[in-house]
Protein backbone atom coordinates (compact mmCIF):
# COMPACT_ATOMS: atom_id res chain seq x y z
CA UNK A 1 0.00 0.00 0.00
CA UNK A 2 1.35 3.50 -0.80
CA UNK A 3 0.88 6.54 -2.42
CA UNK A 4 1.14 7.32 -5.96
CA UNK A 5 1.83 10.72 -7.40
CA UNK A 6 0.78 11.43 -10.91
CA UNK A 7 1.14 15.18 -12.38
CA UNK A 8 -2.02 16.71 -13.93
CA UNK A 9 -0.96 17.51 -17.81
CA UNK A 10 1.84 14.20 -17.87
CA UNK A 11 4.85 15.04 -20.51
CA UNK A 12 5.60 10.81 -20.45
CA UNK A 13 3.32 8.57 -20.59
CA UNK A 14 5.45 5.51 -22.46
CA UNK A 15 4.31 2.29 -20.95
CA UNK A 16 6.87 0.42 -17.98
CA UNK A 17 7.87 4.07 -17.42
CA UNK A 18 5.16 4.07 -13.97
CA UNK A 19 5.99 3.50 -10.67
CA UNK A 20 9.85 4.28 -11.04
CA UNK A 21 10.90 7.57 -9.21
CA UNK A 22 13.98 7.70 -11.20
CA UNK A 23 12.92 7.66 -14.56
CA UNK A 24 9.61 9.39 -14.89
CA UNK A 25 9.54 13.05 -14.17
CA UNK A 26 5.91 12.74 -14.22
CA UNK A 27 5.40 10.27 -11.01
CA UNK A 28 6.32 9.55 -7.90
CA UNK A 29 5.69 7.17 -5.41
CA UNK A 30 5.52 6.36 -2.05
CA UNK A 31 4.85 4.13 0.76
CA UNK A 32 3.06 4.24 4.23
CA UNK A 33 5.99 4.54 5.91
CA UNK A 34 7.87 6.58 3.26
CA UNK A 35 4.72 9.73 3.50
CA UNK A 36 4.99 9.30 7.27
CA UNK A 37 8.30 10.44 7.08
CA UNK A 38 7.52 13.13 4.38
CA UNK A 39 4.92 14.52 6.36
CA UNK A 40 7.38 14.93 9.53
CA UNK A 41 9.80 16.51 6.83
CA UNK A 42 7.03 18.93 5.22
CA UNK A 43 5.78 20.46 8.76
CA UNK A 44 9.31 20.65 9.99
CA UNK A 45 10.18 23.31 6.62
CA UNK A 46 6.88 24.91 7.10
CA UNK A 47 5.98 23.16 3.61
CA UNK A 48 2.55 21.80 4.94
CA UNK A 49 -0.39 22.91 6.29
CA UNK A 50 -2.80 20.74 8.39
CA UNK A 51 -5.18 22.79 10.36
CA UNK A 52 -7.92 23.56 7.77
CA UNK A 53 -11.22 22.57 7.08
CA UNK A 54 -11.91 20.04 4.43
CA UNK A 55 -15.13 20.26 1.98
CA UNK A 56 -17.29 17.34 2.09
CA UNK A 57 -18.13 15.22 -1.12
CA UNK A 58 -21.56 15.63 -2.47
CA UNK A 59 -23.98 13.35 -1.60
CA UNK A 60 -24.71 11.49 -4.48
CA UNK A 61 -27.98 12.82 -5.58
CA UNK A 62 -27.66 13.55 -8.75
CA UNK A 63 -25.93 12.15 -12.12
CA UNK A 64 -22.61 10.08 -12.28
CA UNK A 65 -21.55 13.29 -14.31
CA UNK A 66 -22.93 15.63 -11.90
CA UNK A 67 -21.52 13.74 -8.80
CA UNK A 68 -17.84 13.24 -10.94
CA UNK A 69 -18.08 17.29 -11.72
CA UNK A 70 -19.00 18.20 -8.08
CA UNK A 71 -16.11 15.91 -6.69
CA UNK A 72 -13.56 17.14 -8.90
CA UNK A 73 -14.34 20.28 -7.59
CA UNK A 74 -14.06 18.95 -4.24
CA UNK A 75 -10.67 17.48 -4.99
CA UNK A 76 -9.35 20.85 -6.24
CA UNK A 77 -10.61 23.02 -2.98
CA UNK A 78 -8.32 25.38 -2.39
CA UNK A 79 -7.76 26.99 1.37
CA UNK A 80 -6.48 30.28 2.64
CA UNK A 81 -3.17 29.22 4.42
CA UNK A 82 0.15 29.00 2.40
CA UNK A 83 1.36 25.82 1.77
CA UNK A 84 -0.16 21.94 0.82
CA UNK A 85 -2.96 20.81 2.50
CA UNK A 86 -2.19 17.73 4.11
CA UNK A 87 -5.36 16.12 3.86
CA UNK A 88 -4.64 15.95 -0.36
CA UNK A 89 -1.33 14.10 0.49
CA UNK A 90 -0.67 12.89 3.24
CA UNK A 91 -4.64 10.86 4.19
CA UNK A 92 -5.90 9.16 1.13
CA UNK A 93 -5.65 8.36 -2.40
CA UNK A 94 -8.89 10.06 -3.79
CA UNK A 95 -7.14 11.75 -6.94
CA UNK A 96 -6.69 14.92 -4.48
CA UNK A 97 -5.45 17.66 -6.97
CA UNK A 98 -2.38 19.40 -5.65
CA UNK A 99 -2.40 22.86 -7.29
CA UNK A 100 1.00 24.56 -8.95
CA UNK A 101 0.32 27.74 -6.15
CA UNK A 102 0.26 25.16 -3.02
CA UNK A 103 3.36 23.65 -4.63
CA UNK A 104 4.77 26.82 -4.98
CA UNK A 105 4.06 27.76 -1.66
CA UNK A 106 5.99 24.76 -0.34
CA UNK A 107 8.94 25.01 -1.99
CA UNK A 108 8.87 28.78 -1.22
CA UNK A 109 8.81 27.61 2.52
CA UNK A 110 11.18 24.68 1.67
CA UNK A 111 14.07 27.37 0.75
CA UNK A 112 12.98 29.71 3.51
CA UNK A 113 13.12 27.23 6.39
CA UNK A 114 16.07 27.59 8.59
CA UNK A 115 15.72 23.72 9.84
CA UNK A 116 18.40 21.23 9.63
CA UNK A 117 18.32 19.80 5.82
CA UNK A 118 21.21 17.89 6.13
CA UNK A 119 19.61 14.74 7.58
CA UNK A 120 16.50 13.89 5.08
CA UNK A 121 17.06 11.12 2.98
CA UNK A 122 17.99 11.18 -0.51
CA UNK A 123 14.33 10.90 -1.93
CA UNK A 124 13.47 13.79 -0.35
CA UNK A 125 15.50 15.67 -2.99
CA UNK A 126 13.76 13.39 -5.48
CA UNK A 127 10.37 14.50 -3.80
CA UNK A 128 11.33 17.96 -4.19
CA UNK A 129 12.17 17.65 -8.00
CA UNK A 130 9.05 16.06 -8.68
CA UNK A 131 7.76 18.79 -6.71
CA UNK A 132 8.83 21.35 -9.24
CA UNK A 133 8.01 19.68 -12.26
CA UNK A 134 4.44 19.34 -11.25
CA UNK A 135 4.45 22.89 -10.35
CA UNK A 136 4.83 23.28 -14.29
CA UNK A 137 2.50 20.67 -15.36
CA UNK A 138 -0.39 21.60 -13.75
CA UNK A 139 0.20 20.22 -10.05
CA UNK A 140 -0.58 16.47 -9.34
CA UNK A 141 -2.87 14.04 -8.23
CA UNK A 142 -2.60 11.26 -5.17
CA UNK A 143 -3.77 7.80 -6.57
Not at 18 to 40: E, H, S
Not at 69 to 77: E, N
Not at 116 to 128: H, I, N, R, S, V
Not at 136 to 142: H, I, L, M, P
Amino acid sequence: MGYDMYVENRTNDEPGSWGDNNTNPDYFRLNIGGMQMCVALMREYGMSVDDYDTPSFPKQEMSEEEYEKASDKVRRYRIAKPGIPEGKVFTTNDEWHVLPEEIRQALDAYAASKADKTQAPQWFGEWLKFLEHAEKQGGFRVH
